[in-house]
């Protein structure tokens, strides 16, 4: 188990298990305890209590100093999802701006603002006005809504993306006062797959009869349209056909079936693509972490088939970060006790996440562990567990030793295995979305 003092702890290399994997949402840091291979077993919960405190403690503090640096203000504490109403006065610069939509609550980081409106090279077009943003939407949709101008109109509202159905209702409700409890019994494919035939897969899973995952982000003007559920929904559906209308998802499921053995459907790029929206901080990442679970869901690649292993997965139903106890309860979305796919997308993924689910990565990347820019900036990618365990043994301020290296004298499992360690890297809220 771990030992040792101050800020170093030793990390067996014996463990079948991820130790963890720190995620961060445009800055906010999301970690979580997760396993790579098996499911914990709750006999270490309670021997690595003092770890966990201390680790949490040490990432706390990162975190909070990452955000102290990243704004002068005192910022808005707004749950991810919520329409933050936000006047950009005449005049401001692009720093000014970033520093008014962190104190807000709109954005997680300054600096990744700032970045995102040099990628865009959108200084000079960033324009004044009063404008109704979801805090934590996607920074390139924020940079983007500000360089076409105001959209507190009441009959506007933007739909970011990595939304739930939980979250656009809710949005809805708030903006165009359409109740979300009416459109979330709305919202069945069912409904719908008569008139558009990309949702027939979605329609005959009765058991999970929703229309999440095909709900497309966008700012939607409502002038003219009734202010119901149906059109709201349909208006999202048509525009999700148009925009997948030349995405080229049969050439992409032939090349994923050729080189990984893996069949997939047009829902299943959707699921995936969901998954990997949720895990992704850039669109490098995207690829990457495509080839990652590919790889662990091809029959030809590494030992054989692995797990998806996606916290995420299971933050969908939790409506928080998961805990190690939550990823051995049992669910058709613990991706770490049932095999393939969750049984329904678990957001709805941007165009980039749908790319990268139809062309991955050419990698031999079993393993990812990514934090953002308050806790590192980290994206790194392992081909085997023991490298993904250095890595975050690093991160962490750990000392990593190799198997060869370690006492004999380690605790072991009922097979003689060596006991496996998790650290916890720390938690934040969820709100209603899946976190890996």
Request: charged share 25%; net charge negative.
């Given at each position: ?12 290399n ?31 919960v ?8 201390v ?16 704004s002068s ?39 990744s603002f ?37 959209n ?33 019994k ?56 148009t ?9 992409g499921?032939?090349?994923i ?13 959707i ?18 972490i495509a ?12 030992s ?44 709805t ?26 806790d ?31 006492s ?15 650290v ?13």
């Amino acid at each position: 188990m771990a030992q040792g003092t101050g800020e170093m702890r030793r990390i067996s290399n014996r463990s079948k298990q991820v130790m963890a994997k720190a995620h961060a949402k445009a800055g906010g840091v999301k970690a979580t305890v997760k396993s790579s291979r098996t499911p914990l077993g709750t006999r270490l919960v309670y021997a690595l209590v003092a770890v966990l405190a201390v680790v949490a403690v040490v990432v706390a503090v990162r975190a909070c100093v990452g955000r102290a640096a990243s704004s002068s203000g005192d910022r808005a504490q707004v749950a991810r999802g919520t329409v933050v109403s936000v006047e950009i006065p005449e005049g401001y610069s692009s720093t000014q701006i970033a520093d008014l939509l962190y104190e807000k609550g709109v954005v997680d980081s300054v600096s990744s603002f700032k970045k995102e409106v040099t990628s865009q090279d959108a200084e000079s077009q960033l324009k004044p006005g009063v404008y109704e943003l979801v805090a934590g939407a996607d920074v390139a949709s924020v940079v983007k809504l500000l360089t076409v101008g105001p959209n507190s109109a009441e009959t506007s509202v933007t739909i970011p993306e990595g939304l739930t159905l939980q979250q656009t209702a809710k949005i809805l409700e708030d903006v165009l006062e359409i109740p979300a409890d009416s459109f979330t019994k709305q919202a069945k494919a069912s409904n719908y797959a008569s008139d558009y035939a990309f949702l027939s897969a979605a329609a005959k899973n009765s058991t999970y009869d929703t229309l999440e995952g095909y709900l497309c982000p966008k700012t939607y003007d409502f002038t003219g349209i009734d202010k119901t559920a149906d059109a709201a929904i349909r208006l999202m559906l048509d525009q999700y056909e148009t925009e997948t209308s030349g995405v080229g998802f049969s050439a992409g499921e032939k090349k994923i079936s050729t080189t990984y053995g893996v069949t997939m459907s047009d829902h299943d790029i959707i699921t995936l693509a969901s998954v990997i929206e949720k895990e992704a901080l850039t669109d490098k990442d995207r690829t990457l972490i495509a080839s990652v679970f590919y790889n662990r869901l091809s029959p030809s690649k590494g030992s054989g088939v692995m797990r998806l292993q996606s916290d995420a997965t299971m933050g969908y139903v939790l409506g928080r970060t998961p805990t190690a106890d939550d990823l051995e309860t049992e669910s058709p979305y613990n991706t770490y006790l049932n095999d393939g796919l969750p049984p329904t997308p678990i957001c709805t993924p941007s165009q980039a996440s749908i790319e990268a689910a139809l062309s991955p990565a050419d990698t031999n990347y079993f393993y990812f562990y990514i934090t953002g820019e308050d806790d590192g900036n980290i994206h790194a990618y392992s081909e085997t567990y023991e490298e993904h365990q250095k890595v975050i043994a690093d991160h962490l301020g750990i000392e990593w030793v190799p198997e060869t290296e370690e006492s004999s004298d380690e605790g072991t499992d009922d097979s003689g295995e060596g006991t496996d360690e998790v650290v916890d890297t720390g938690e934040e809220t969820y709100d209603e979305e899946g976190e890996g």
